[in-house]
């Protein structure tokens, strides 16, 4: 099945931590966030770069977008940690993204990380967020969410999160929790759409 292209919002990182975030049934149907009757899935923010992670084995990146709103998280996996790559802290970017939410953390997934070398972009966005969604409302700026481990769900939900794409045989020989609840967990988050089988045997985040 095809999937059709979400459209990429242009919205404040602050309405978009407003905003609620939705879990669709659908095996196919995408997560979102609602802000003003609008199902926001994907975006498109211009922000400042003022932190960035990669691990050792390069399988995982991170970076912390500011745009004088608040603060949100964008991450990246595997070979797509090449997004970050030519990006350094103190970059304007424009990034283009899904949404999720882990652990009460709201996060990006990162799918395109543009540098831009005039800082008149970062005005002109203000401008058109302005005519796009009102004036910013003020006073609610938040910062990023350190991720925990506080439940069997999200332990198994992070494992698969840090790992990118992972077989099942391998969580249950390494979360070291009870077999039937792990599968039954694993199940229950294929039914929410947080995780999926790309193919058998094989978990992935959505």
Known sequence: ???????????????????TYVKQEGEWEPNYVLFKDKKISRIN???????????????????????????????????????IENVKIGDLVLVIAKIRELNDERYLVLESVR?????????????ELNKLWGEETKGIRKEKVKDTIISPRQKILSFIESVGEVNEEKILNEIGLNKEEVLKI?????????????TPGLLRMV
Do not use: F, H
């Open 45 to 83: 923010i211009i922000a400042n770069l003022i932190d960035k992670y990669e691990n050792d084995d390069k399988s995982y990146g991170a970076i912390d977008l500011d745009d004088g709103s608040g603060v949100i998280r964008g991450k990246v996996w595997k070979e797509d940690i090449k997004l």
């Open 186 to 198: 694993i199940e229950d988050l294929i039914r929410e759409g947080e995780i999926y089988r790309p």
């Open 115 to 127: 540098v831009l070398r005039n800082p008149a972009w970062a005005e002109l966005r203000k401008l």
């Open 1 to 19: 099945m095809v999937q059709k292209r979400q459209t990429a919002y242009k919205i404040r990182i602050s309405d978009l931590l407003r905003g």
